[in-house]
């Protein structure tokens, strides 16, 4: 008996030709991997930035802008209106209870814009387009408090998410690192003129700075006023213009309601005696 190794068929281990199915299931799965995964990582730095310690958040504030501290490079006017918004800050940090190594640095910029804000490290800034519109130190007051609440509750941190929430996470372990991360999401998200918080944070902010006023000055007519002018400020701004002030922010007659009915509730006035502005605040601002 005679054998003969004969070769298998042509295509008998192939499977049919199905490559454009194939390929779209592999860019979709691909694509759903990172979708997921970016969720993740969204979810995981934005509860985890605030837990990292303040101390790695001041640093990369000063790997990004330079060591904190007074800017003798300024016009004397600046510096002198610097130190007075300092010096405000400073009696706030008790009624607040600001922890004692959370450093708070607070300056003016000359823009007309009618906002402030808080980022990074502690640092806060308010335009002068806000100042001058403010005729009383409580109402700065009001300001500072609820700027320096969001710093106290870490919510900038939170809320800038997972860019900067990544970044803080790298500069556990390499300021460099962190850095350059955040670098990248700052100016992908053009800084945070108008960084939006969640409305819980909001009130929380709200909450603090209101029982810090009144505890300060006798009465919450600051913080009342303060929600005036930048009601009536939103009023004549047209909505596209500051999206993500009006869309995070509670509306602000709420706001001014809730704080009267809080004075009310603890026995405080709503208004009473306050000092004007700082002359060196009124005199920068151009009042």
């Known amino acids: 008996m005679e054998f003969e190794n004969r070769p298998p068929a042509e295509g008998i281990n192939a499977q049919p030709e199905r490559l454009l199915p194939e390929a779209v299931w592999l860019v979709l799965g691909t694509v759903g991997v990172l979708v997921a995964l970016v969720s993740l990582l969204h979810v995981g730095a934005t509860w985890l930035a605030p837990r990292v310690p303040f101390a790695y958040e001041v640093a990369l504030a000063e ?28 009696s706030l940090r008790q009624p607040l209870g600001v922890p004692p190594d959370m450093p708070i640095q607070v300056r003016v910029q000359d823009e007309p814009h009618v ?27 009001a300001l500072l408090a609820h700027e320096m609440a969001h710093v106290k509750h870490r919510h900038v941190a939170a809320s800038m998410g997972r860019g900067v929430g990544v970044a803080l996470l790298l500069s556990v372990f390499s300021a460099s690192a962190g850095s350059e991360v955040a670098s990248g999401a700052l100016g992908q998200g053009a800084g945070l003129l108008l ?7 909001e009130a929380q902010a709200d909450a603090d700075a209101t029982r810090a006023v009144a505890q300060r000055y006798g009465h919450v007519g600051g913080v009342l006023r303060l929600f005036t002018t930048l009601q009536t400020q939103q009023a004549t701004t047209p909505p596209p213009q500051a999206p993500a002030w009006l869309n995070s922010h509670p ?27 700082p002359g060196v605040v009124r005199e920068w601002a151009g009042l």
Not at 63 to 90: F, H, I, V
Not at 119 to 134: D, E, P, S
Not at 195 to 201: A, C, D, H, M, P
């Open 63 to 90: 790997q990004l802008w330079g060591p904190a501290g007074p800017d003798t490079s300024r016009p004397a006017p600046e510096q002198a209106a610097n130190q007075a918004l300092q010096a405000l800050a400073d």
């Open 115 to 141: 906002n402030a804000y808080a980022t990074l490290g502690g640092r806060i800034v308010v335009f002068k387009g806000l100042l001058a519109k403010m005729q009383r130190e409580d109402e700065l007051a």
């Open 195 to 201: 960084q939006g918080y969640s409305r819980e944070q």
């Open 251 to 277: 509306h602000t007659q709420d706001r001014h309601h809730t704080a009267r009915q809080w004075a009310s509730g603890q026995g405080v006035a709503v208004e009473g005696a306050a000092a004007e502005l």
